[in-house]
């Protein structure tokens, strides 16, 4: 793939944003996420129906060909731009807090969670992915069930070994689910749901903080063990 990939850049014509004509080589992941960024900007000006694969490709520098050596249709560039900005990020970043002999805290787990969290799902990229999820769900049914699957898939922290050593050490419940993860997910779309209709300054009915403080609360809920104790 990667040969593939070197083979497309150099049958690229020189259109003058490319000293040499010669565009760089980029890692497998870098190049997809070159592709995806190109992805929203066209999706979110021209919606699914109206956006070609070439026009992905003129934005993000390289030919259809170089597009493919990664994903196989525009349905797929469509799920990897949804997988990218709407599927939480990998829960190791928390591990930290597990480390050693200090005492860690439910509270402080959900804290680290959270701060990331919000910090994404403020991102403009995300919202307007979340805006394109709305509008193209009708359209194109069978990727956004697939996009659903892999978030259900998902445990809180989307790592499962991280999640079973929560569990482990008595911070989180032993019969956590991916429906409590799901249902645990509701109050960050809600926030998504509010920066699409709202915009991302003051309009928002409920204000970042009030609905971080809410979400805090529905996960301690949710995830704490049975027996207080546990918890530390």
């Known amino acids: 793939m990667q040969e593939e990939d ?5 049958s690229l014509p ?3 944003n490319r ?3 010669k565009r760089r080589y980029l890692p497998a992941a870098e190049r997809k996420r070159e592709i ?3 992805a929203v900007e066209e999706f979110s000006i021209g919606g699914f129906a109206a956006t070609s694969l070439e026009r992905i490709a003129v934005r993000a520098g390289i030919s259809k060909s170089g597009i493919y050596a990664h994903y196989g249709s525009k349905e797929e560039v469509f799920e990897g731009m ?5 599927v939480p990020w990998e829960g190791h970043h928390c591990e930290a807090l597990l480390e050693g002999e200090a005492a860690t805290s439910l ?4 804290d680290c969670y959270l701060d990331r969290i919000y910090s994404q799902l403020s991102d403009p990229r995300a919202v307007a992915a979340f805006r394109l999820l709305m509008t193209e ?10 996009w659903a699957r892999r978030m ?3 445990s809180l922290f989307g790592d499962r070994r991280f999640l079973d050593l929560c569990i482990e050490k008595g911070l989180i419940r032993g019969d956590f689910s991916n429906e409590d993860y799901f249902f645990g997910t509701m109050p960050g779309a809600l926030w998504l749901m509010q920066q699409v209709l709202f915009g991302a300054g003051d309009g928002a009915p409920v204000p970042q903080a009030r609905l971080r403080a809410l979400h805090k609360r529905l996960l301690m809920e949710v995830l704490a063990p049975v027996n207080p104790a546990q918890s530390g």
């Open 6 to 10: 070197e083979l497309a850049e150099r």
């Open 14 to 16: 020189n259109d003058g």
């Open 19 to 21: 000293p040499g004509g």
């Open 36 to 38: 995806l960024e190109a």
């Open 82 to 86: 949804l997988n990218m900005l709407l």
């Open 107 to 110: 509270s402080d787990l959900l």
């Open 137 to 146: 769900s009708g359209r194109i049914p069978e990727v956004v069930q697939q």
């Open 152 to 154: 259900l898939e998902r």
